[in-house]
């Protein structure tokens, strides 16, 4: 494999943010992937939102599986931490090092392969427990290292590139995530920028399980009429059910909406979601209407993108557990070995 190096030298007039850093630091490796190809949109969306909420890049840990999409963490962040798993076993890594190192901030990136097919029971656990991570699923419909095959998460009556048509019933990682627990779900699209990187933003600011599923068309293999995740058939479905703003905590909040037309969710850490609705009537604190609202939608051939439902008050795998406050990797002889009478009126607690 030919390796390919961007130039370290910054024009010095380039943005920068409070940290002084500019959005060039924030990027990775020169991508190999097809031209066009919607995963390196969701890269540059992930970039732009580290780069706006002013993120220390050794301050994140990205995590991924096997698949086109589990090769993009390569193509940003370069200066943070990362881990490139086996196929399907993405979220038990993070899960293991969320326990090990809370300070971090976790990105865990995926495919619809990877996580809809071999990862299925790991998506599960990961979403039901809540752990403190932003799950994002680069979904194309197809196996793209595999030369296009259906994925399972590819709509029943769709097309592929040769012809085939898909007779199999789609899972839907949406509907799964909310039933599941999560407490963020999120649906996008690649080629709107201007959505999924605010969408991103919120996620990371959320305290819990954030799932986002992006439709990423394949350009080689899945971009073609009779496809369902091809960029021309989302953006003629695309229901959108709200706009989003995100207000750091560290920023001045202000909003200038019309009466009416706002949703103001005020997370765990002191962010403010502000929602533009574009839906009549979406609720996004409701979890079981906004199922109903994607199947509803689903029915009549719609696209549904947007922040679908948040929980304000969610609870991670830390706060469940008890844990302490401190990272467990930081813990030194005197707290890991408190002594025999400590042990011994644990385990009497357990009689």
């Given amino acids: 494999m030919t390796y390919i190096a961007k130039p370290k030298l910054h024009h010095p ?4 943010n409070k940290l002084g850093y500019t959005r060039r630091d924030y990027e990775g490796s020169v991508s190999t992937l097809c031209a066009g190809c919607g995963h390196d949109s969701i890269s540059a969306a992930i970039i732009q939102a580290c780069f706006d909420l002013d993120l220390p890049p050794h301050r994140i840990a990205k995590l991924s599986g096997i698949g086109c999409s589990s ?4 193509y940003f962040l370069g200066n943070s931490h990362g881990f490139n798993s086996v196929h399907g076993r993405m979220p038990s890594v993070l899960t293991g090092a969320n326990l090990a190192n809370r300070d971090l901030i976790y990105l ?10 071999i990862g299925l029971g790991q998506f599960a656990h990961v979403m039901r427990r809540g752990v403190n ?22 709509d029943r009556g769709s097309k592929s590139k040769r ?7 789609p899972l839907d990682l949406i509907g799964m995530a909310l039933q599941l627990g999560a407490t963020f779900v999120a649906r996008s699209f690649s080629g709107d920028k201007v959505q999924l990187v605010p969408l991103i933003e919120a996620a990371i600011l959320h305290q819990g ?11 080689a293999f899945n971009n073609h009429p009779g496809s369902t995740k091809s960029f021309d058939y989302v953006r003629e479905h695309n229901e959108a059910v709200n706009r989003l703003d995100i207000m750091s905590p560290r920023a001045e909040i202000t909003a200038d909406y019309a009466p009416g037309t706002m949703e103001t969710v005020v997370q765990h850490d002191g962010s403010i979601l502000h929602l533009r609705k574009l839906a009549t009537n979406y609720d996004p604190h409701d979890r079981i209407a906004a199922m109903t609202y994607l199947q509803q939608r689903q ?3 719609e696209v549904v993108t947007g922040l679908l439902f948040v929980d ?3 609870v991670d795998l830390h706060a469940g557990l008890n844990t302490v406050a401190a990272p467990l990797n930081e813990l030194g002889e005197r707290e890991l070995c408190p002594g025999a009478g400590v042990l011994a009126k644990v385990n009497a607690a357990l009689r």
Wanted: charged share 10%; net charge negative; aromatic share 6%.
């Fill in 209 to 219: 399980a954030a799932f986002i599923d992006v439709i990423s068309p394949c350009v």
């Fill in 71 to 74: 090769k993009t963490p390569t």
């Fill in 133 to 154: 991570m932003v799950y994002i699923v680069e979904n194309n419909g197809v196996y793209g290292l595999t030369k296009g095959q259906f994925s399972a998460t590819a």
């Fill in 13 to 16: 007039a380039l943005p920068t």
């Fill in 108 to 117: 865990g990136v995926s495919g619809d392969g990877d996580s809809a097919s």
């Fill in 312 to 314: 304000p008050e969610p």
């Fill in 299 to 301: 029915a009549a051939g």
């Fill in 163 to 169: 012809g085939a048509v898909n007779s199999d019933a």
